[in-house]
């Protein structure tokens, strides 16, 4: 939004334990992403009342605490009803309206916000109360890997209609109770548990993905996704097409040709993006030789190291270390 910057048992959860329905790789790529997230506010609003978000370079999300809402995109002619329960998500931050009415008069995200930073709620005199929780969610945008190309610009999900969802409504509603508390640590509170339910929100579209192609549809194949863990966490083994196949139980064809299918690239590719952007992340650090980094990412000289990186990255390991000085 905004231009700036109950306890849940392992019961309760769905795939709580199955590292495999995209739990290690995701982990890891969530990890690599810096995933940051925090609550804007949660406040309610009394008819008539209407947001207007412009698109932003970060993640932004609405939980309909009670009440309803009605939600646009700008890039659409149909308004979605919101109801009680309902998260919305933008994970690419795509513009989009949210109010009373699905066309309804608003104010900017960025001038609600200066006015609850006030204590001055523009939306308080009517009636018809809608309690909305607003926050947002960033990660680095440097990292070329495919995740960020196929992050999707809007999820819905409908928390009160949906049994095996209670675990994912009462961590809302507890994130909303904390965004509202004055006790002492709710700051950091706030901030831990809003990353739990983005992380939670990608976790359901992985688990929604049955069919197509990207890279969530990657995370929910036991086979791709033990493939993606493998190699994130042993970047600097000498990979082969030949040995991933072997270690998730397909023949060489049949991995390959599935990798490209539905990740849009070649496992030796993805192998060398990932190699890459943990020598980026090493290298910005400045704590280690530029042999030692090489050697933790596959690469036997330096020569080849950089040759490497710089057909990736676009400069120079060197290049790099120089700018972060």
């Known amino acids: 939004m905004f231009n700036h910057l109950s306890s849940l048992s392992s019961a309760q959860i769905p795939n709580a334990g199955n590292s495999l329905i995209g739990g290690d790789a995701l982990s890891d790529i969530l990890n690599a992403l810096r995933l940051q997230a925090s609550s804007y506010f949660c406040t309610d609003f009394s ?17 309909v605490v009670r009440g309803s809402a009605w939600l646009n995109m700008l890039d659409s002619k149909h308004a979605t009803y919101l109801s009680t329960g309902d998260i919305v998500a933008f994970p690419t931050g795509a513009a989009h309206q949210i109010g009373d009415q699905p066309n ?75 965004s509202r508390s004055t006790l002492p640590g709710g700051t950091v509170i706030v901030d831990r548990l809003t990353e739990v339910l983005v992380i939670q929100l990608l976790r359901w579209h992985v688990n929604t993905q049955h069919s197509g192609t990207g890279y969530f549809r990657a995370l929910a194949d036991t086979r791709l996704s033990l493939a993606l863990s493998l190699i994130h966490k042993q970047p600097a083994q000498a990979w082969t097409v030949e040995r991933m196949a072997h270690s998730v139980g397909m023949s060489r064809s049949a991995f390959a040709n599935l990798f490209h299918e539905i990740i849009g690239m070649t496992p030796l590719s993805y192998l060398s993006q990932w190699r890459m952007h943990i020598a980026q992340d090493l290298l910005k650090e400045g704590k280690e030789s530029m042999i030692s980094v090489a050697e933790q990412v596959g690469y036997r000289s330096e020569a080849s190291f950089s040759k490497a990186f710089k057909k990736i990255i676009g400069i120079s390991p060197g290049q790099l270390r120089r700018q972060k000085k």
Request: proline letters at 5%; a negative charge.
């Open 104 to 178: 309804g008069v608003c104010i900017s995200g960025d001038e609600l916000l200066t006015q609850i930073q006030n204590d001055e709620n523009p939306f308080s005199e009517g009636e018809s109360i809608t309690t909305l929780l607003c926050g947002y969610f960033k990660y680095q945008q440097h990292v070329q890997l495919p995740i960020l190309r196929d992050m999707p610009s809007f999820l819905h999900i409908k928390t009160n209609e949906e049994p095996s969802l209670l675990w994912l409504n009462n961590l809302a509603n507890m994130l909303a109770h904390e």
């Open 47 to 63: 008819t008539p009342w209407g947001i207007k978000e412009q698109e932003t370079d970060y993640g932004t999300f609405h939980f």
